[in-house]
C-alpha cells in the first residue's frame, strides 16, 4: 500500500504554532524556539505543525506570514498530562540537571505518546513525498521513529532547543530506552553544545548498546544564533525615537541599570539573582539609590503548581528587597511579570548598562545573543552563566556559576565599575562572533546536512 501524502516539500513540527489569532490580531507564541524557527520557516515557505496553544481548539489549517500553519488538536486533559506533565515537569526539569524535582507518570507517558502519534500523523499527511521534516524540541522526541515507519521516504531532522543530560540523570527516566529510539528515528540529531551530543552519545551506547552515528546518522552541534542585522535595525529604530533615554528617564535617570529580561522559570535563576543583588546593596557594594535592577518575568507554564510557587516566592523577594531599600526616588528593583513585543525588548537592551543572563542551566540562551547584537558600538557588560549554551561561543563575557552568591555578586560589581573600553572591546568581539555566526547560517547548515542523508539507509529501532 503507498503511503498518503501531502503537498509540503518542507515541515517545520514543534509543540507550538509559531503564532496565535488573539481577539483580531496575531500574536507570536512565547519561547526562543519560535522566535528562531519563524523566518526560516517563512523564508522556505514552509508547512508548520504544531498546537495552537489552547486546548480543545479547532481552528482549521491556514496561511500566515508566508507558512502553512496546520494546527495539532491537544485536549484539556491532554494538555494537562502531555504538556504540563510529561514535556514540562518530567523531561523539561530532568534534562535541567534536576532544577527541580522531575515527577514521573505512567499516564503522562501514555498520554505523551498519543500526542506524539498525533503530530507524526500529520507529518505523514501534509508531506510531499521525499520532503524534509524537521521535527524540533523535547515535547516531540517519539516524533522521528513514528515518521520513519509512516513515511520511510522522508528525510528528518530533529533539532533539541534544551540541554540534553548527563547518562546518570537520563538513566533515571522509565522510558528512556523508548525515548533515544524516538530520536534515532531521524536522519541527523542536532544539539546545542558539543557536551549535548556527547551525552546523548554515551546515552545510546550505555543504555541502547547503539552507536548513534552508525548507518551514516549525522548527531552534531548546532549552536542556535539570533537575526543579528535585523536586531541592529530594530536598535537604530529604538535609538532613533529616543526609546532607551525615555526608559531611563521613566526609571528616575539612574547610574546604572541591570537587567534581566526570562521566561518566569526554575532554569533561570532569577531566585538568585535577586538575592545577589539583594546582599550587594545590604553590604553596600551597590548603591540602591544609584542601582536599578528591572527584572521582565514573562509569564509562563502558569497552570504547572511549580511554576506558581516559583513566582510566589520571586514576587515576595521583590517586595522585601524593595521594602528594605527603595526610597522616594523609587523602587530599586522594577519587576515586571508581562510580555513584550521584540522591539521593546531590544528597546530596554539599549538602556540596560548590564545584562544578567545568569541561568542555572540553559541550552543556549538568546537573550545573552540578543543583548550583544543590540550592543554593537554601544558597549554594555554581559555577565552570563557558565551552564548557558551561550557560554562556549560568547567567551568575553563576565563567565559565572549562578549557584555561587560570591562570584555572581563579584560579577555584577565588576560589570557595574568595568571602564568603557573594557566593555567596548568584549560587546564588540561578542557582537562579531554573532553576526559571523547567524541564525540563517544555523539553518542552512542543519538544512544542508539534512539533504545530504540518504533516508532509506537507516533501520528503525524498536517501538
Ligand atoms: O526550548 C524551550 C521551550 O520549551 C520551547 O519549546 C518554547 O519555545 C519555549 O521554551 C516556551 O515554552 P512553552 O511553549 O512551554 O511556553
Redesign the pocket.
Known sequence: MSPQTGRHSFLVV???LPCRRAADAWRA??????ATLAPVATRHSAGWIGWSGIADDDTDPGEHAGMTLIPVRLSAAEVTAH?EGFA?STI?PLYHDNVIAPRFSRSWWESHQQVNRRFAEAVAASAAPGARVWV????LQLVPQMVRRLRPDVRIGFFC??PFPPVGLFAQLPWRAEVLSGLLGADVIGFQRRADVENFTAACIRLLGIDPRAEGRIVEAYPVSVDSAHITALARDAERQDEPERIRADLGDPQTVLLGID?LDHTKGILERLLAVEELFDTGALDPVTTRLVQIAVP??EAIPAYRDLRAEVERTVGRINGKFAGLGGASIHYLHRDYPFESVVAWYLAADVLLATSLRD?MNLVAKEYVAARRGRGGVLVLSEFAGAADELTEALIVNPHDRDALGAAITRAVRMESGGAHTRIEAMAATVADRSLCAWATRFLDDLESVSPAALTVPPE
Open positions: 514543534a509543540n507550538r507564541s512565547p519561547g526562543g524556539l519560535v504538556y514540562n523539561w524540533h524540541d523535547y515535547q532547543h534544551i521566561r509562563s507554564r541550552g
